[in-house]
């Protein structure tokens, strides 16, 4: 069966710099989320959205944005860099984001700022 | 305190033993509860989700939901050394949000 990819896998970049990170969800989700784990800790919820729409928004740094294109695959655009957002990020797709709805994840982009 | 909190571990259990994870969660209005599994370093896989009190089995995985005592756990039958592994409790909260709130993981370790 189809998963959610993600895209780069993993990403180096320099303090200050921008990176763009691709979540294409499993075909037919409407619902996708974005989540940051850092070393050692549980995912954080950045943002999320529903049928193109901002849905939610969770700890996100006002230096991320994200939005969903009209084939429902998503971008996380991160700017200013800092070291502190060396994580993986994750992507999760969902169908109908009701309460039952169950989340799939992608394999995450390893980001490392040096 | 944690909105979700997961019993501190390591955890570890010999192959074949039942390992039993346990998770308690602070927001009377959490309406779905998942298992997820991660293997250091990929991503969370879901083992199990339930949403009515009770017992839920899966194969050799039982999920069991107190609402009143605000109280989740998993049951893992026949432990195995693939089984090892960081288990995350998820919980989703009634209303217009839908993201998961995470515990912050069990290490659980099979010994052969």
């Known amino acids: 069966a189809a998963g959610v990819i993600q895209s780069p896998r993993h990403l180096i970049k320099e303090k200050r710099e921008t990176a763009t990170l691709k979540c294409y969800p499993i075909?037919?989700?409407?619902?996708v989320y974005w989540y940051q784990q850092g070393p050692g800790q549980d995912p954080q919820f950045l943002i999320s959205f529903y049928e193109k729409m901002q849905s939610d928004k969770g700890s996100i740094p006002d230096r991320f944005s994200a939005q969903q294109f009209s084939d429902y695959h998503s971008e996380l655009n991160m700017s200013s860099l800092e070291l502190g957002d060396s994580a993986l990020y994750f992507c999760?797709?969902?169908?109908?984001?009701?309460?039952?709805?169950?989340?799939?994840f992608g394999p995450g982009t390893r980001l490392t700022v040096l | 305190q944690k909105e979700v909190e997961q019993n501190s571990g390591p955890l570890s259990v010999p192959e074949g033993a039942i390992a039993s994870l346990n998770c308690t969660y602070s927001?009377?209005?959490?309406?779905?509860f998942f298992w997820y599994r991660q293997y250091s370093g990929k991503s969370p896989e879901l083992i199990m989700s339930?949403?009515?009190?009770g017992d839920k089995e899966d194969g050799r995985f039982t999920a069991q939901l107190n609402k009143a005592s605000q109280y989740v756990s998993l049951l893992i039958r026949d432990s195995q050394p693939s089984d090892s592994a960081t288990y995350l409790c998820a919980v989703k909260v009634w209303g217009s949000a839908r993201q998961l709130t995470f515990g912050s993981g069990t290490q659980l370790t099979v010994l052969p």
């Open positions: 927001d009377r209005v959490s309406q779905s």
């Open positions: 075909p037919r989700h409407d619902t």
């Open positions: 339930i949403y009515s009190n």
């Open positions: 999760a797709s969902s169908l109908g984001g009701s309460q039952t709805d169950t989340q799939y």
